[in-house]
């Protein structure tokens, strides 16, 4: 199983701009699907983004469908989730997650995935 760290989390203003990023270990992310998903106190986690494992095809979530874009450095082995536009909404622990033959239709289940990360706490805040 290959293992995540999340960091880049912080207190940011309604509107700010925010990366953060997922390092991995013990694996090449290139062989596996992965994504970003949040959960907020009292909530259900949410699906952020996706991107299947040869990055051909990405997937938001609706309620940050235009702000946010996933990407990903193989060669640093690295995940990123770039944030625009941030609302206090938008409050949140951010986990990133990797999972070996997740087929399209599933990127935004996160039962799809195997390995999770110990998520990076986000703030919008004024």
């Known amino acids: 199983q290959v293992q995540l760290v999340e960091s880049g989390g912080r207190l940011v203003q309604p509107g700010a701009s925010l990366r953060v990023s997922c390092a991995a270990s013990g694996g090449t992310l290139s062989g596996y699907a992965m994504a970003w998903f949040r959960q907020a106190p009292g909530k259900e986690r949410e699906f952020v983004a996706a991107f299947s494992r040869t990055g051909g095809y990405t997937y938001y979530g609706d309620s940050v469908k235009g702000r946010f874009t996933i990407s990903r450095d193989n060669a640093k082995n690295t995940m990123y989730l770039q944030m625009n536009s941030l609302k206090p909404e938008d409050t949140a622990v951010y986990y990133c997650?990797?999972?070996?033959?997740?087929?399209?239709?599933?990127?935004?289940?996160?039962?799809?995935?195997?390995?999770w990360g110990q998520g990076t706490q986000v703030t919008v805040s004024s």
């Open positions: 997650a990797a999972g070996r033959g997740v087929i399209t239709s599933s990127l935004g289940s996160h039962t799809a995935y195997a390995s």
